[in-house]
Structure formats: C-alpha cells, structure tokens
T-cell receptor, first 115, second 115 residues
Framework: QKEVEQNSGPLSVPEGAIASLNCTYS??????FFWYRQYSGKSPELIMF????GDKEDGRFTAQLNKASQYVSLLIRDSQPSDSATYLC???????????????FGQGTILTVHP | GAVVSQHPSWVICKSGTSVKIECRSL??????MFWYRQFPKQSLMLMAT?????????EQGVEKDKFLINHASLTLSTLTVTSAHPEDSSFYIC???????????FGSGTRLTVV
C-alpha cells in the first residue's frame, strides 16, 4: 500500500461546479497535510495546509481532514477553467523521525474544468 | 513570503556534457534542500536531501556520482547532472525548508533536455 494515495483521475467538472479531490494516507500518526496545485510545466504551489480534524476554508478552497478515517480532501467551489491543474496531496514527516523532513507526495489528481 | 530562485528555467545540452542547476533562497536560510525529478504525467520523485554543510542523502536508486549535490551555504544549493544522457531529460525542482518548521518553498523548476 502506498503511503499517500490519490485518484489520478482525470476528474472533469463543469465550470461553476464543486470539484472534490481525495487523498488517503497509511500512517495513522500523520498530523498535518498539504495540498499543492501544479500547472503543466510549472512547480507546485501551496494551496492549503491543515492539521486539525474538520474543515479549513480559504476562499473557494476547503480542506477537510478526518484522522480517524485517514483521509484528507480538497473541495473547490465555483470551479473555474483556471483551476485546471494537477492537485498533489503531501504529508510531512512525523516529529522526531529520521526522514530528514522530506514530504511524501501522492501521485496527484488531474482536474479539468470545462466551460 | 519565502522565495526560492531556481536557474536556469530550461536548458538543452548535448549528451555527455554536464549541467548545473542552482537554487537560491532569497529571504531565508535554507537549512534543508530537497531535489526532485518529475517525468511527464508523473508525480514528484525525491532524488536527494541535503543539509547545509553536510553530504547529501540520496534516495534508493539515485546515482550519487551522477547527480552531484552541493549545499555549501544556507542560501545556495546546486545540482549537477554529470555526463547527461537523453534519459536524464526531465523537470528538476528544488524545495527549501527553514529549520524544522512546516514551510517548504519550491523553486520554479528546470526543464532539462539532453540531445
């Protein structure tokens, strides 16, 4: 089982709809999570960081974390064509570990928002 | 916010030559630098982790003699692809972290094409 798993998609939604992206993780001790957006040919940019159970909202983006079920999701409301990108879920290392601080990335979900 | 400047943004080189990619943290001290490689339609693959003043730690399967990493100062890390071959053509991305906090700042990436 991969440490961080995402549905690779592609996920296609119409403009204005809600896009829902999911990520599951295997280490029950993981405490915090990142969502990155990556446009084709560009490097990842941070969208959300969440560490508490429940929802965290930032503009049109909402991250949802459920530690008991070991999943974290990203909702994009009022999706726009400019949201079309690959979305990467990433998990930082546990405190005190020996992984030198490296992030563990999921394989990414390709989102396409069509007009 | 934290900025990492990565150069060059793209480079074309002949097979057998070496290419150096540079990442500079502009407004913070990058105690740890991560180097990733990304092939088309794939997620980021960590190549190595370097801490300032120490030897880099390479991921399994990454040739340390081929991908030379230097992290001589808190603001500069370089990746040299030695004796490059067409199969080394990829998108290389650096990511810097200051201390043990959760701030990971990505460079803009370097598109390497070996002909």
């Amino acid at each position: 089982q991969k440490e961080v798993e995402q549905n690779s998609g592609p996920l296609s939604v119409p403009e204005g709809a809600i896009a829902s992206l999911n990520c599951t993780y295997s280490d029950r001790g993981s405490q915090s999570f990142f969502w990155y957006r990556q446009y084709s040919g560009k490097s990842p940019e941070l969208i959300m960081f969440i560490y508490s159970n429940g929802d965290k909202e930032d503009g049109r983006f909402t991250a949802q974390l459920n530690k008991a079920s070991q999943y974290v999701s990203l909702l994009i409301r009022d999706s726009q064509p400019s949201d079309s990108a690959t979305y990467l879920c990433a998990v930082p290392p546990l405190a005190g570990g020996t992984s030198y601080g490296k992030l563990t990335f999921g394989q990414g979900t390709i989102l396409t928002v069509h007009p | 916010g934290a900025v990492v400047s990565q150069h060059p943004s793209w480079v074309i080189c002949k097979s057998g030559t070496s290419v150096k990619i540079e990442c500079r943290s502009l407004d913070f001290q990058a105690t740890t630098m991560f180097w990733y490689r990304q092939f088309p339609k794939q997620s980021l693959m960590l190549m190595a982790t370097s801490n300032e003043g120490s030897k880099a730690t390479y991921e399994q399967g990454v040739e340390k003699d081929k991908f030379l990493i230097n992290h001589a100062s808190l603001t500069l890390s370089t990746l040299t692809v030695t004796s490059a071959h067409p199969e080394d053509s990829s998108f290389y991305i650096c990511s810097a972290r200051q201390g043990s906090g959760y701030g990971y700042t990505f460079g803009s990436g370097t598109r390497l094409t070996v002909v």
